[in-house]
């Protein structure tokens, strides 16, 4: 799946439409399931890729809610497997996303807490910056 598309269906407002359609009766309760799995990926996205201090996405400061979102996060994380054939298995996807959010984590304590930095943009450290980089060199 492309980024762009998963972006999409993991949005709030994929989130919204569902948890709408649950409580006015339209779709089963099992979608609620669903629904809240999605807006977890999206906050999830969210945290990971802050680029502007004051916007709706915080920054990692000292003292931040979104870390003890990101340690949310990273509990129900570990707890996601796929099951084929009643075989429980956990996709290299699911075990790096654990992992970026423990980097996150770490890289706040190291230049935040007891660092020179006052706040931190996850969207900093993200691979796009580079991405932008290589496109400009080619063209």
């Not at 439409?17 to 906050?43: C, H, P, S, W, Y």
């Not at 956990?90 to 660092?115: H, K, M, T, Y």
Request: aromatic share 6%; glycine share 6%; charged share 25%.
């Amino acid at each position: 799946m492309k980024v762009n598309l998963a972006s999409q269906v993991c949005s709030h407002s994929m989130y919204a439409g569902i948890d709408t359609l649950v409580a006015l009766g339209k779709m089963r309760q099992e979608a609620k399931m669903t629904a809240d799995f999605l807006k977890m990926v999206n906050d999830t996205f969210d945290l990971l890729n802050g680029r502007a201090y004051g916007g709706s996405i915080h920054p990692l400061t000292k003292s931040t809610r979104e870390v003890d979102r990101l340690n949310s996060l990273k509990e129900q994380a570990e707890q996601w497997h796929t099951k084929k054939k009643a075989v429980k298995s956990r996709p290299p996807c699911f075990e790096g996303l654990v992992q970026a959010i423990n980097a996150v984590i770490s890289l706040r304590v190291e230049l935040v807490d007891n660092g020179p930095l006052k706040f931190m943009l996850t969207g900093r450290f993200n691979q796009d910056c580079l991405e932008k980089l290589f496109s400009q060199v080619r063209a």
